[in-house]
C-alpha cells in the first residue's frame, strides 16, 4: 500500500469549511483513497472514501486530483464536533491481504 | 449488530504478567487488524489476518502473538508485558475494498487501554 503525507495540525473557524490535504504520490491505479476520523480516544470513524472521481456523502466531500496523487477532505461547514484527528489511507481494491497503515493524521480544531 | 467488540476495556499488568485481548465481529468480515496507539501518536499496525487462517505481521510485531480463532473471533496475546507496551489497542475488520455494495471500510472497536506497571 503506497504511503500517504499530511500536515500536522490545522485551525478553521466554526460555520468555514475546512479543507485537508493529502499526498499520496506513490498511489497504484487500482487504490482507493479512503479517509478516516478519532474524536478523542474513541476507535476511528470512516468518512469517505473515492478511487478517482469526486465523492459527496452527508459528511464531507472528497477531491481527487486528476493524477491521483494528493486529495483533499472538505468538511463544508465544520462544527465543534469535528474538532478530531483525520486520517488519509490508500487501500488496494480487492485485495484483502493488506497491511494497512496508518500515519499520524492531521489534528483538527475547530475554533469557536 | 454489535460491530467490533473488544475485551477487557481496561487492564492493569505488572510487567512480566501475560493477557489476551479478544476482538470479535459479527459482520461475516474476511480481514481483521490489530493496532495499537500511544498518547499523542498515530495508529500503528501490530498484526492482521485477511482470513481465517492467515496471520502476519504488521509494523510492530515483536512482543506480540495473535490467533485467528475463526473468521470472528481475533485474538492478540502479550506473553511476558513490558512497560513499553502501555497503550491503547484497536481491533478493525473490514470486508474487501472495491466489492460490490460495500465500501471496503475499516469498523473499529473501542479501544482496549492496557497500563503495564
Known amino acids: 500500500d503506497a504511503k500517504t503525507t499530511q500536515p500536522t495540525s490545522m485551525d478553521c473557524a466554526e460555520g468555514r469549511a475546512a479543507n485537508l490535504p493529502c499526498n499520496h504520490s506513490t498511489i497504484s491505479g487500482n487504490e482507493y483513497v479512503y479517509w478516516y476520523r478519532q474524536i478523542h480516544s474513541q476507535g476511528p470513524q470512516y468518512i469517505i472514501h473515492?478511487?478517482?472521481n469526486n465523492e459527496t456523502n452527508e459528511m464531507a466531500s472528497l477531491i481527487i486530483t486528476e493524477d491521483r496523487k494528493s486529495s483533499t477532505l472538505i468538511l463544508p461547514h465544520a462544527t465543534l464536533r469535528d474538532t478530531a484527528v483525520y486520517y488519509c489511507?490508500?487501500?488496494?481494491?480487492?485485495?484483502?491481504?493488506?497491511?494497512?497503515?496508518f500515519g499520524t493524521g492531521t489534528r483538527l480544531t475547530i475554533i469557536p | 449488530n454489535a460491530g467490533v467488540t473488544q475485551t477487557p476495556k481496561f487492564q492493569v499488568l505488572k510487567t512480566g504478567q501475560s493477557m489476551t485481548l479478544q476482538c470479535a465481529q459479527d459482520m461475516n468480515h474476511n480481514s481483521m487488524y490489530w493496532y495499537r496507539q500511544d498518547p499523542g501518536m498515530g495508529l500503528r499496525l501490530i498484526y492482521y489476518s485477511a482470513s481465517e487462517g492467515t496471520t502476519d505481521k504488521g509494523e510492530v510485531p515483536n512482543g506480540y502473538n495473535v490467533s485467528r480463532l475463526n473468521k470472528r473471533e481475533f485474538s492478540l496475546r502479550l506473553e511476558s508485558a513490558a512497560p513499553s507496551q502501555t497503550s491503547v489497542y484497536f481491533c478493525a475488520s473490514a470486508r474487501l475494498a472495491g466489492q460490490a455494495s460495500n465500501t471496503g471500510e475499516l469498523f473499529f472497536g473501542e479501544g482496549s487501554r492496557l497500563t503495564v506497571l
Open positions: 489511507i490508500v487501500r488496494v481494491a480487492g485485495q484483502g491481504n493488506e497491511k494497512l497503515t
Open positions: 473515492g478511487l478517482k
